[in-house]
């Protein structure tokens, strides 16, 4: 017997002990909210909660002959409590049982990924401060852009990351809602009060309207969330997997002793705890998809939507946990290599510093049209020629008629292009 529950980890907040122990928790609330309203004997109720308990075994086997989830357990909650097991379920409807239970497993759920979320933001945090000052190329279109740092590429996912919890713990409020309003909406055999009195012995809200059902644009809501929070892992991981290419190796995941990249080629260390997380995030938006086909269901409810939440709540919340803490471990141990930092961002000899020059001339008064080209000549012959970008400039007097070359020096200033990291830090991580 499952008398009571305790609270579980991801995967125990969907088995069906914990499902039927929820069922049972509404129950029970709803007797005693009757029994506080006159609707049912105080001592009947007090009997059904002293007794009432269900063994999983039975509800399974009821169910084979009765194929009705909730009339199984309600008849096996019976076999257990006796002559007053009559007032259980009392004016009630299948669904005021299964969606106001469904509301406490998915907020159960949203705050263990609330944890897991936590312990990410401070692994990013700490990579953040750690390399605040650690200089790296930055690339727009996969090409060397000007200076960053990796500290500062951290603080971006930190904030996006902030912005997922925002998101998911808004979508747990939207979705901590309960409702006992019968087999239309309309409390034709229960008042209102009974389902205030549920919901507030439950810690959730109840709906102000509904059908048969909670309104799906609240799951629909708590699933793209999910799904957001998915996406922005995977963009981690993309990034995480172009840094560590061969020719790249700015930073890796970390390989432990004695672990095998390949079967046929022992030099690999593959990405691939970043390629899973990619994967699985394509999971978790498809299911997003599939709970915003849920919301349109035929008038006072059908249940279309149900067969697919059974699958697509639980394994997106299993998922997202499972990928934030691998995410959050990947983040701690990440192999970060700084002096390979350094040499990439000046693979092009002084290229990604031609914005800066540009800027110089255009303060010289020269023309903002006529420095562009003056400056791109030479990019493109050091793009095309394997030259030192510097070196061309010295040598065009185009250029050097109008900058000194302390002037020119100047323009290659790498700490110049990153002056304001301390600024950016502040506002994201002290506002």
């Avoid at 939507?305 to 699958?311: D, W």
């Avoid at 070359?405 to 506002?431: G, N, P, S, T």
């Amino acid at each position: 017997m499952i008398p009571r529950y305790t609270r579980p980890r991801m995967g125990a907040v969907w088995s069906t002990e914990n499902r039927l122990n929820k069922w049972l928790e509404v129950e029970l609330a709803a007797c005693e909210g009757m029994a506080e309203l006159g609707l049912v004997p105080e001592e009947a109720a007090k009997e059904i909660v002293r007794k009432a308990a269900f063994d999983p075994a039975r509800v399974e086997e009821i169910e084979k002959e009765v194929k009705h989830d909730v009339v199984a357990f309600l008849t096996n909650v019976g076999e257990n409590v006796g002559e007053a097991a009559k007032y259980i379920h009392m004016g009630m409807t299948s669904s005021d049982v299964l969606d106001t239970a469904l509301a406490l497993q998915m907020r159960e759920a949203a705050d263990i990924i609330l944890e897991g979320l936590d312990r990410t933001l401070n692994a990013i945090k700490d990579k953040a401060l750690e390399h605040k000052h650690t200089p790296m190329i930055g690339r727009t279109h996969g090409i060397h852009a000007e200076p960053i740092t990796f500290g500062l590429k951290m603080a971006l996912w930190y904030q996006e990351m902030e912005r997922n919890r925002e998101r998911l713990v808004r979508a747990g409020e939207n979705i901590s809602y309960g409702k006992i309003s019968g087999a239309v909406g309309t409390f034709a055999h229960l008042p209102p009060q009974v389902e205030e009195k549920v919901c507030a012995r439950l810690g959730l809200k109840p709906a102000p309207a509904s059908s048969q059902i909670i309104q799906r644009d609240r799951h629909a809501e708590y699933m793209a969330a999910l799904a957001i929070t998915a996406s922005s892992m995977d963009k981690f991981a993309v990034e995480i997997r172009h840094l560590q290419r061969t020719e790249v190796l700015e930073a890796e995941e970390f390989f432990s002793e004695g672990q095998k990249g390949s079967s046929a080629m022992p030099h690999k260390r593959n990405p691939i705890s970043m390629e899973q997380i990619s994967g699985l995030a394509r999971v978790v938006r498809a299911n997003a998809m599939a709970a915003m086909e849920n919301i349109p269901l035929w008038h006072e409810r059908d249940i279309s939507h149900s067969s697919v939440e059974r699958v697509i709540i639980p394994d997106s919340t299993i998922l997202v946990d499972y990928m934030l803490n691998r995410l959050a471990d990947n983040v701690e141990k990440l192999q970060v290599y700084p002096r390979r930092m350094m040499e990439n961002l000046e693979r092009t000899r002084g290229l990604i510093y031609s914005q800066r020059l540009l800027l110089a001339l255009v303060e010289e008064g020269v023309s903002r049209e006529e420095a562009y080209s003056m400056v791109q000549d030479n990019a493109m012959r050091a793009w095309k020629e394997g030259l030192d970008f510097r070196e061309l400039i010295a040598g065009d007097n185009r250029i050097t008629r109008h900058l000194s070359e302390e002037e020119r020096h100047k323009c290659f200033d790498l700490e110049h292009q990153l002056r304001y990291v301390d600024d950016i830090f502040r506002r994201v991580f002290e506002a």
